[in-house]
């Protein structure tokens, strides 16, 4: 009933740029806090940065200064803008987003179906 999907990702230098979009359709009533995981292959999922729904920010240690996340509360849309991008940075990117469906449901969290971000040295 709820779909995000994600788009923008790609390969890229190291010090390159690249913009993670991530669109949240179907029976929506609110979302609230919508954020960007990464992940690893044999790592766990962590949380890259999410943003409440009056913009309130969080970011992981290692990408403060260089992402920046946004979102359309209009659109139910939620970006990454990643900048001086570094091989380590190299993961697939979910977008996740705490929904509320109806008046009648609490939220529920969600997740894309993952973008593949490789940033080569």
């Known amino acids: 009933q709820v779909q995000l999907v994600e788009s923008g990702g790609g390969l890229v230098q190291a010090g390159g740029s690249l913009r993670l979009s991530c669109s949240a359709s179907g029976r929506i009533l609110r979302v609230n806090v919508m954020g960007w995981y990464r992940q690893t292959p044999g790592k766990q999922r962590e949380l890259v940065a999410s943003?409440?729904?009056?913009?309130?920010?969080n970011y992981l240690d290692s990408v403060k200064g260089r992402f920046t996340i946004s979102r359309d509360n209009a659109k139910n849309m939620v970006y990454l803008e990643m900048n001086s991008l570094k091989p380590e940075d190299t993961a697939v990117y979910f977008c996740n987003g705490n929904v509320v469906v109806d008046r009648y449901s609490t939220p529920s969290d969600y997740w894309g179906q993952g973008t593949q971000v490789t940033v080569s040295s």
């Open positions: 943003i409440s729904s009056v913009g309130r920010t």
